[in-house]
């Protein structure tokens, strides 16, 4: 019976974790993808397994744009094994705090709400495995900074096991040569 009452506090304690987007609301200064995502844009990130070993680092040059409910991120990646990708995002904003995106290695949309200064948005990912690739799941959490800064944080997952992590920081290429 002991153990029994300790599994359901570790589980009620385990699922008090989880935070959801509405938990940002109000948070300053708030997210807007179509005014953060304008211009140029520099990204630096790693790629850690499930074990938290750091398995890769990249930088990725971004030139971002917007007209109406219609934006484009095009990615450029260098990686720090030579490799180069790139990836072109196309986003709608389909309500007032909602997105769907898509990308050429996005399998279907990916699906996003803002609230306050956090982004919640998952996709599926093809990604190189052996000699072909593997579809994964991305829970993307994005958070302003401030206007020139952000941070992304992403858990993914296969079969819904924790198979590593990704963390990016974004800054706004002016940004770089202010002194904030």
Not at 47 to 64: C, E, L, N, P, Y
Not at 101 to 126: F, I, M, P, R, S
Request: glycine fraction near 10%; hydrophobic fraction near 40%.
């Amino acid at each position: 019976m002991k153990l029994l009452i300790v599994a359901l506090v570790a589980l009620g304690l385990l699922a008090g974790c989880s935070s959801k987007i509405q938990d940002y609301q109000g948070i300053e200064p708030a997210l807007n993808l179509d005014e953060f995502f304008v211009g140029d844009l520099v990204a630096y990130g790693m790629v850690q397994d499930r074990s938290g070993a750091v398995t890769q680092r990249f930088r990725a040059d971004i030139k971002a744009s917007w007209d109406g409910n219609q934006g484009i991120l095009d990615e450029v990646f260098y990686w720090d094994d030579g490799r180069e990708q790139t990836r072109v995002w196309r986003l709608t904003k389909t309500g007032e705090n909602t997105y769907v995106g898509t990308a050429g290695d996005v399998v279907g949309e990916a699906k996003g709400t803002t609230a306050g200064n956090a982004l919640h948005w998952v996709y599926q990912l093809e990604v190189p495995f052996r000699d072909g690739t593997t579809a994964i799941t991305l829970d993307d959490w994005m958070f302003l900074l401030d206007e020139h800064r952000l941070m992304n944080k992403t858990e993914m997952r296969k079969f819904g096991f924790r198979v590593g992590e990704i963390t990016i920081f974004i800054e706004r290429v002016d940004a770089t040569h202010s002194a904030q």
